[in-house]
């Protein structure tokens, strides 16, 4: 099991690259990171598209003059951003005799973890805490589809043989810096989501609240967690600036937006966890559908929508989740 020759050069020269331009960008103005940015994702573009190389001492030579190239551009109006290619470029190639994407995907894996566990710390649900210790395996594949989603059952085509709990990072050769500042959000997001979560299908609290909410906790608490490896203001800031526009299907973005408004009507922040946290320990009793969570959103959307102020009065008057859903209206 593994990347093609090709394939994986390229992830380790993006990884790299991409780790080396993260640590350099807190030491520039806001409007610097921006052009850093652009113009480095425009030479990892034309590399993607047009580098062949053997092997990564090779490609971070490639990409290096590249970037290099980029400087002359606005050496004189900002030297500040050519300081960072500069150094960019000489860390990159004096780190590349060592480097493995493997390990960097896993440090920001075991950050991503980290941060879901933050994100449990103060349920109350004994369902919960029990799940806080669990661990996925990654599995780098090179496919075009989500960047990184979870499969408790995998089957392994090549070894034939089947894995429990693992993390599938997909990478195609249209990646670009925005997407490397958002994979400690997207594991952290595979962990509430669907390994700490009770995981019964619900789309919409699954894969559409529990977005919502991750990304929330992350602006919330992003900024003075004890985690091994501090966020960056771009890494934590990058759901919405990088994906939440552009990379959701339809069933989740809606569902993550009303998540949105849902929270910043409440304006009640302790009795939005209390929801979420519910929601992520219910447990079908007798009788019950799989598909209650789903369904409480579908009934809480609702009645946001045609009565707002009875709403509220039915949240201030529920004891819990359940007793939420029978005071709203079917759907």
Request: charged letters at 25%.
């Amino acid at each position: 099991m593994g990347l093609p020759d090709g394939v994986a050069v390229k992830l380790d020269t993006y990884t790299l690259f991409c780790r080396q331009l993260l640590t350099c960008l807190p030491t520039v103005r806001y409007d610097t990171r921006a052009e850093c940015r652009q113009c480095f994702d425009e030479e990892l573009r034309t590399f993607f598209q047009k580098a062949d190389p053997h092997d990564l001492h090779q490609a971070a030579e490639q990409l290096g003059k590249a970037l290099l190239s980029h400087v002359g551009y606005f050496q004189d109006r900002n030297p500040r951003a050519a300081a960072v290619f500069h150094q960019v470029v000489e860390a990159s190639s004096a780190t590349a005799c060592i480097w493995r994407y493997q390990d960097d995907l896993e440090t920001i894996h075991q950050q991503g973890q980290q941060l879901a566990r933050h994100f449990y710390a103060e349920s109350p649900w004994p369902v919960t805490q029990a799940r806080l210790n669990q661990e996925a395996q990654l599995i780098p594949l090179y496919e075009k589809e989500a960047e990184v989603a979870f499969r408790q059952h995998y089957l392994d085509e090549e070894t034939g043989q089947e894995l429990r709990d693992v993390i599938l990072v997909r990478f195609t050769f249209d990646r670009d810096f925005g997407l490397y500042l958002a994979y400690p959000y997207l594991f952290m997001h595979e962990y509430v989501s669907h390994i700490f979560a009770l995981d019964y299908d619900n789309e919409r609290f699954n894969d559409g609240w529990l977005l919502h909410a991750a990304d929330a906790f992350l602006i919330r608490r992003g900024w003075d967690l004890a985690l091994d490896s501090p966020l960056s203001q771009e890494q934590i800031g990058a759901f919405g600036e990088c994906l939440y526009h552009t990379r959701l299907n339809q069933v989740p973005r809606l569902a993550c937006h009303f998540a949105r408004q849902f929270d910043a009507w409440l304006d009640d922040p302790e009795r939005f966890w209390a929801i979420t946290w519910e929601l992520a320990a219910f447990d079908p009793r007798e009788g019950e559908s799989n598909f209650k969570p789903g369904r409480f959103i579908n009934r809480l959307e609702q009645e946001f929508d045609t009565n707002r102020s009875r709403l509220r009065r039915k949240i201030e008057a529920a004891r819990d989740v359940r007793a939420l859903y029978e005071m709203l209206a079917p759907v």
